[in-house]
């Protein structure tokens, strides 16, 4: 069973950054250079909603809100996914969810292909 572990969350200043980490463990049938990974996000009361993929090869999409500010990125070798956070802003409050998926076919924002997710790290930006 895939277990994915994010961390970094915390409290920032408007204007601030952080770096979220996915450590990701449990790949028995195949390795973790193989899966997709993305990094979603939910507010109290807002569904939830993309911010970064990477495909197994490297491929990244972005969510318009972070396209400039945010940076996703996979170490294969130390099963862990980041995503680079700068200039935040309040309305990136939330919590922020690792998931992967299998050899995907897209770079998937919408979650909906998902197998796997975490527990979650909170992020709050204050003005």
């Known amino acids: 069973q895939v277990l994915l572990v994010e961390s970094g969350g915390g409290s920032v200043q408007a204007g601030g950054s952080l770096r979220l980490s996915c450590a990701a463990s449990g790949f028995i049938y195949s390795s973790y250079s193989t899966y997709c990974m993305g990094w979603f996000r939910q507010a109290p009361g807002k569904e939830r909603e993309g911010v970064a993929v990477?495909?197994?090869?490297?491929?990244?999409t972005y969510a318009d809100s972070g396209k400039v500010r945010f940076t996703i990125s996979k170490d294969n070798a130390k099963n862990t996914l980041y995503l680079q956070m700068n200039s935040l802003k309040p309305e990136d409050s939330a919590m922020y969810y690792c998931?992967?998926?299998?050899?995907?076919?897209?770079?998937?924002?919408?979650?909906?292909?998902?197998?796997?997710w975490g527990q979650g790290t909170q992020v709050t930006v204050s003005s």
């Open positions: 990477i495909g197994t090869s490297g491929r990244t």
């Open positions: 998931a992967a998926v299998h050899m995907c076919r897209w770079l998937d924002l919408q979650g909906d292909s998902y197998n796997y």
